[in-house]
């Protein structure tokens, strides 16, 4: 089952999973002046369209990867994604070493842990649930705030079930998490390397997948990168025999706290409305669409028992 904040849900039979966009987040550390809190009027009213034009296209469930502090507003994000017909999970963790609170630094693995746990199982003050774990690691090199905050995230899969989807650009480190992983006796299924497609080493992509993980290339749609370069990449993976187990998204800010104006300029939809007919035209079967945007993001998302 998925862990939706409208309660728990079997993986959708038809449509399409959005598996990493952002309704709102808020990228600035406390430190540095984040934490300024958009109303959910406000958040809707810049949001809400560019939903139903996604649910237009087929989505039927976004995963809301923005984890606490750094703009996490359930309440909001639950509101305009109701509104437009579409499922919603958001997360527990905590983002990088730099943007966690001080108390989650004084903490000990095991508070961090059961504070995870509870986020999953009895839900926030608002009362939404996690249905995931959201963590990220410093490009440079995991820092040991970081590695206490992984320990206990596997702790509370571990416990629940949950996927750990990790912020990890740079390949190295996700094989340090897998290593984590595997010591504690935690399947490598329960983990995502997010942004993926950054890391320019292909090689490290097959390791993730040959040990067991999850890969997500997730900024299709950026002017960052060409669509031509993700369709080479997915049907690398296609190829190699892995698409069961690889990811796709868009990464998209509908409302960004510390941007002016607030958003973000691309759509939800443009998976769908743009990309998915490029893939199709490259060679890209049905079958193989249906389980990328589909079928795996409902399997990775699925509490395992
Ligand atoms: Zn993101």
Known sequence: MIRTTAGDIAPPEDGYVLAHEHVH?????????????????????????????????????????????????????????????IALVVATGLYKDDHQPDWAHRAKEAALAEWM????????????????????????????????????????????????????????NALVYLDEMEAAGLDADRFLQVHAHAEEDFDTHLEVLRRGGWIEYDLIGSPRFTDDFFVKLIRRVLEAGFGDRLLLSQDVCGYLVDRDPPFDMREYAYLFTDFVPRLAVSGVGAGDRDRLLRANPGRFFSLRE
């Open 117 to 172: 746990e509870g986020a999953i199982t009895e839900g926030w003050a608002g009362g939404w649930k996690a249905g995931f774990i959201k963590l990220a690691v410093t490009d440079r090199g995991v820092t040991d705030q970081e590695r206490k905050v992984l320990r206990a995230a596997i702790t509370a899969s571990k416990s629940t079930g949950a996927p750990i989807a990790v912020h990890c650009p740079v390949g190295a």
């Open 25 to 85: 987040i808020d990228l600035k550390s406390v430190r540095d002046g984040g934490g300024r809190q958009a109303t959910v009027a406000e958040i809707e009213e810049v949001t809400l369209p560019k939903l139903e034009r996604a649910a237009a296209a087929g989505v039927k469930l976004l995963i809301e990867c923005t984890p606490p502090y750094v703009g996490y507003h359930p309440e909001a994000v639950h509101a305009a994604t109701t509104a437009a017909g």
